[in-house]
């Protein structure tokens, strides 16, 4: 059996739509006999923004010869089956998912390398701030840096942290937390934006000269997140797919996520003693799906 995907259906982020649209279909084929541990999969899973996703960046665990005449493309077989938000909304499709992932695929070796070489300890915090469209989406409630800043500070008043790993759509917040932890700080070096106006870079990744660069950079950021104790983040499906892969984190948001959509709507509110913070989470948290 080949899974496959045109470019065309799949037009939006690595996380949001197209691995767990993936998994989801996956997670459906297994539960209703379609597929067992005994049937020969290849996958060729290809997205407009990042190119051949699978198996170029993502690799399937099993390399097997194919009936070329079983195919199944990803998008028409969710919308023949009616497979909508097929993990629901609580912690438990964390570790669903997770099963399903690692049952299948595993990361290239580049990818690999450069999480060994980050050094990541096991008490490490990690911090996604998600600029630049999604502050302006609809999706989210704007938080600006200067507030995530203040969440992370209040953070590390009660937590002891070896290290912290921080990655962001926005050079400039990346250089604040740099400024501020010089000898804490992890960060994954690409390109990133330096106007917080800007469309997200996965918005024009498709014609983007470093393509290759800035998909490997979006999943090293994604899988080294993983390997923090705790993540705190803004609104973003990015970071909320590190608890797929590593369903055991912490996993706390700063910003509401206002569509009901796995992995991105699920993560507890952080908790603080500080007035001051309870204040702009009580603005920004407003609306979330999942923190009623």
């Known amino acids: 059996m080949l899974i496959y995907s045109e470019p065309e259906d799949f037009v939006a982020g690595i996380f ?8 989801e279909v996956l997670y459906y084929m297994e539960n209703n006999n379609v597929i067992n541990k005994d049937t020969n999969i290849s996958f060729d899973i290809n997205t407009l923004n990042n190119g051949n996703l699978i198996p170029t960046f993502i690799k399937p665990k099993n390399i097997c010869k194919i009936d070329e005449n079983v195919k199944i493309n990803v998008k028409k077989y969710r919308i023949e089956k009616r497979i909508d938000s097929y993990f629901a909304l609580n912690t438990q499709s964390f570790y669903k998912a997770n099963e399903i992932f690692n049952r299948y695929f595993i990361f290239n070796d580049f990818i690999t390398k450069e999480i060994s070489n980050l050094n990541i300890s ?21 938080i600006t840096q200067d507030e995530m800043l203040l969440i992370i500070k209040d953070y590390l008043k009660k937590n002891d942290v070896n290290k912290i790993y921080c990655c962001s759509d926005e050079q400039t917040f990346i250089d604040k937390m740099s400024l501020e932890y010089p000898d804490k700080i992890i960060v994954y070096n690409q390109l990133r934006s330096d106007n917080s106006n800007n ?8 014609n983007h000269p470093n393509r290759d660069d800035l998909t490997n950079a979006s999943i090293i950021d994604m899988l080294a997140l993983s390997n923090c104790k ?14 797929i892969i590593n369903p055991y984190i912490n996993l ?41």
């Open 122 to 142: 096991n008490n490490s915090v990690g911090i996604h701030y998600r600029g630049t469209d999604k502050n302006y989406s609809g999706e989210a409630n704007p």
């Open 199 to 206: 469309y997200g870079l996965h918005k024009i990744q498709r």
């Open 16 to 23: 949001g739509q197209c691995l767990i649209h993936l998994l």
């Open 252 to 292: 706390y948001t700063v910003s509401a996520m206002k569509c009901g959509w796995f992995p991105a709507a699920v993560a507890e509110i952080y908790k603080t003693d500080s007035e001051d913070i309870k204040n702009i989470l009580k603005r920004t948290m407003k609306g979330d799906t999942y923190n009623k």
């Open 230 to 243: 705790t993540v705190i983040k803004s609104n973003s499906a990015l970071s909320s797919f590190s608890k």
